[in-house]
């Protein structure tokens, strides 16, 4: 990949707090809350509890998707649509947290879905 969506962006200040508990705004709305996250360099991620979106399922998403953390309002703002989150590959923290292969696919499938980091038009 020529991107490191595993990375958080520059300027996106992750490093000011917990973000387990804060609420999650894709480009068209809410998607869930903060599980878990990491901010290891290159591996970095968040890990959402979507609640009633997808009813019981969590997603994983990488921390390059990150454009913004409001920590006063304890949110995070990703540059993805509901619809490219709901698209990908299923994820189930037990079995593909820490799993390279998944990594990689799951990777591919935001770096698909527009230019990194370039909002819809």
């Known amino acids: 990949m020529a991107e490191n969506v595993w990375a958080y962006r520059v300027g996106v200040d992750y490093l000011?707090?917990?973000?387990?508990?804060?609420?999650?705004?894709?480009?068209?709305g809410s998607i869930g809350k903060v599980d878990k996250h990491s901010d290891e360099v290159t591996a970095a991620y968040l890990v959402v509890d979507t609640g009633v979106w997808i009813?019981?399922?969590?997603?994983?998403?990488?921390?390059g998707l990150v454009t913004r953390i409001d920590h006063t309002a304890e949110k995070v703002y990703v540059d993805r649509t509901k619809e490219q989150i709901k698209a990908a590959p299923e994820f189930h923290k037990d079995e593909n947290l820490g799993n390279s292969d998944h990594r990689d696919v799951l990777g591919g499938h935001y770096l698909s879905r527009m230019p990194?980091?370039?909002?819809?038009a």
Do not use: I, Q
């Open 16 to 28: 000011a707090a917990d973000l387990t508990g804060y609420g999650v705004e894709a480009l068209d």
């Open 55 to 63: 009813l019981g399922k969590e997603v994983l998403l990488p921390a």
């Open 116 to 120: 990194f980091g370039v909002p819809p």
